[in-house]
C-alpha cells in the first residue's frame, strides 16, 4: 500500500489526526513518553482505497521542539513516503519550525498536503486562510478534535497517493522480483547491499520520480534481476544518529509494504536480540516470504557456533520453515546462495494448491488423526480451499470451532505435505451450522 507520512510540530495534533484518520480511538495519544513504540506505521482505509499511515509523532520525544531535529526526523519519514502530510496548528500559525519544515519538504520534492488543524468553527477559516503564505497550496482546514473537514481531506490524500498497484500491488508478471534488505543496525545490510550490487549494479531506479535519492536498486544476481526496494533507507547512514530505533522500525515496514521476500540479517556473532525476532514478527505479520541470513559468519568460533544451534532451535522455532543461508558480506562468502533461498521463498509464497488435492489432504489428515472429542461432540470439516496466495492462505469450512492446537497441527502436515518452504501461511475456519 502506499505511504502517507504525518509531519508537523509536537502539538498541533498530529496523533489525534491519525487516529481520525484510522477511524478508531486506540491509543496512538496515550502513548507514554519515554515508551520506544514498536509500531510507527498503520493501515489505513478510505474509500475502498487502502495506504499506510506513518505517525512521525513518535519520536518527538527527545525532539524537544527544536527546529532542526524536527525538520530532519521529518526527512526520515519523508524519504520512505508516497506523500506526506503536513499538520499546521491554524490557531497558532506557521512557525519558524513549521518554515524549516516546508523547506524540506520542497527539496524531497514529494507531493505534500497541508492539513490547518484547529479549526473548529467557521471562524477558523480565515486563520486557515493564511497558510496559503506557505507556498504549499491550498490549506485544508480540519478539526481532528471533532472531525471537521477530515472526510474531504482524506479525498485529497487519495487522489494525491500514487495508485496502490503501482507501488506494490499485484507485481508485473515478468518483473523483477521486490526484496526487501532488512535487519537490525550494524548487521551489515548496506555492506551486503554493497557486495550484492558489486560492478553487477546496471539500473538506479527512481521509482517515487522524483529527484533525491534512488528509492530502490535493480541488481543482477543468478542471471536475473531483482528489485532491492528502499535502498536509500540503507545508504542513508546519518540520520541513524537521531531515533535510530524508530528509524530502523520504520523502514522495516515501509520496506515490507514493498516487498514480495525480505531477506533478514542476523548478526551470527552475536546473540539474538528482542530486536531481531521483532523484525522477524513483522516478516511473517506482514504476509512476506522470508529468508534469514546469518551474516558475520566470518567471524564464526566454534563455541559460538553449538550455542548458535540451541539459540535457533529455541527463538526460531517459529520459523523453521524459513531458508537459512550463512554468509560473510564482508567476504562475500556465500552471497550467492541467497538467490536460490529467495527462489524457494517466493515460490512457496506464489504456490496454489489445487482444490481437489487440499480435500484429499484434508480426509487423510482427518481419517487418521481425528479432532479430539469436546462434550461427547466432534466438529467436523466439511471442505476447504485454498483462498489466495502470496502469502498461501486456506479456508476450512467446519460444523464446529477446531482446537489451536489442531489448527497448528493441520498447518504443520500442510507443510510436510506441499512444501511451502518460505512463506508463512494463514489457515482460517467457517463455522457452518
Ligand atoms: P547496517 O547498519 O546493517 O547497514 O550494517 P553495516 O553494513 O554498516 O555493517 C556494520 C558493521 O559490521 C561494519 O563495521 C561492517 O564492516 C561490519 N560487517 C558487516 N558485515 C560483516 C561480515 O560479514 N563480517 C564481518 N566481520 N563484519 C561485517
Same mark, same amino acid.
Given at each position: ?138 490549506? #485544508?482546514?480540519?478539526? &481532528? %478534535?471533532?472531525?471537521?473537514? !477530515? *472526510?474531504?481531506? /482524506?479525498?485529497?490524500?487519495? $487522489?494525491? =497517493? ?88 520504520? #523502514?522495516?515496514?515501509? &520496506? %515490507?509494504?514493498?516487498?514480495? !521476500? *525480505?531477506?533478514? /540479517?542476523?548478526?551470527?556473532? $552475536?546473540? =539474538? ?161
Amino acid at each position: 500500500a502506499p505511504v502517507l507520512a504525518i509531519v508537523g510540530r509536537p502539538n498541533v495534533g498530529k496523533s489525534t489526526l491519525v487516529n481520525r484518520i484510522l477511524g478508531r480511538r486506540e491509543a496512538v495519544v496515550e502513548d507514554t513518553p519515554g515508551v520506544t513504540r514498536d509500531r510507527v506505521s498503520y493501515p489505513a482505509l478510505w474509500n475502498g482505497q487502502r495506504f499506510t499511515v506513518v505517525d512521525t509523532g513518535g519520536w518527538e520525544q527527545d525532539a524537544r521542539g527544536m527546529a532542526s531535529r524536527v525538520a530532519e526526523q521529518a526527512e526520515i519519514a519523508v524519504e520512505l513516503a508516497d506523500a506526506v502530510l503536513f499538520v499546521v496548528d491554524a490557531t497558532v500559525g506557521a512557525t519558524a519550525t513549521d518554515e524549516a519544515v516546508v523547506r524540506m519538504l520542497r527539496r524531497t520534492r514529494k507531493p505534500v498536503i497541508l492539513a490547518a488543524n484547529k479549526v473548529d468553527d467557521e471562524r477558523g477559516q480565515l486563520e486557515a486562510a493564511v497558510l496559503w503564505s506557505l507556498g504549499l497550496g491550498e490549506p #485544508r482546514s480540519v478539526s &481532528a %478534535l471533532h472531525g471537521r473537514g !477530515v *472526510a474531504d481531506l /482524506l479525498d485529497v490524500v487519495i $487522489e494525491t =497517493l500514487p495508485e496502490v498497484s503501482a507501488i506494490a500491488g499485484p507485481v508485473e508478471e515478468g518483473g523483477p522480483r521486490r526484496v526487501a534488505l532488512i535487519g537490525r543496525p550494524n548487521v551489515g545490510k548496506s555492506s551486503m547491499l554493497n557486495k550484492l550490487v558489486g560492478s553487477e549494479r546496471v539500473i538506479v531506479d527512481n521509482v517515487a520520480g522524483t529527484t533525491r535519492d534512488p528509492v530502490d536498486e535493480l541488481v543482477s544476481l543468478g542471471g536475473r534481476m531483482w528489485r532491492f526496494v528502499d535502498t536509500a533507507g540503507i545508504r542513508r547512514r546519518a540520520h541513524q544518529a537521531s531515533g535510530a530505533d524508530f528509524y530502523a522500525a520504520l #523502514r522495516t515496514q515501509t &520496506a %515490507l509494504e514493498k516487498a514480495e !521476500v *525480505a531477506v533478514v /540479517l542476523l548478526d551470527a556473532s $552475536e546473540v =539474538l536480540s528482542v530486536q531481531d525476532t521483532k523484525i522477524l514478527s513483522t516478516v511473517i505479520e506482514a504476509g512476506r516470504a522470508l529468508v534469514i541470513a546469518y551474516n558475520k559468519w566470518d567471524l564464526m568460533e566454534d563455541e559460538r557456533r553449538h550455542y548458535l544451534e540451541r539459540e535457533i532451535e529455541r527463538d526460531l522455532v517459529q520459523m523453521t520453515w524459513a531458508p537459512r543461508v550463512n554468509v560473510s558480506a564482508r567476504t562475500g562468502w556465500h552471497a550467492e546462495r541467497l538467490v536460490p533461498a529467495m527462489d524457494k521463498a517466493l515460490a512457496s509464497w506464489d504456490a496454489r494448491i489445487p482444490t481437489g488435492r487440499f480435500n484429499a489432504f484434508l480426509g487423510e489428515l482427518v481419517a487418521a488423526n481425528p479432532h479430539p472429542l469436546r462434550g461427547g461432540k466432534q466438529p467436523r470439516i466439511l471442505f476447504g480451499t485454498q483462498a489466495s496466495s502470496r502469502p498461501p492462505k486456506f479456508v476450512v469450512f467446519t460444523t464446529g470451532f477446531l482446537d489451536p492446537g489442531y489448527r497448528r497441527f493441520i498447518i504443520r502436515r500442510l507443510r510436510e505435505t506441499f512444501g511451502f518452504e518460505g512463506t508463512p501461511i494463514e489457515l482460517t475456519m467457517r463455522i457452518r451450522e
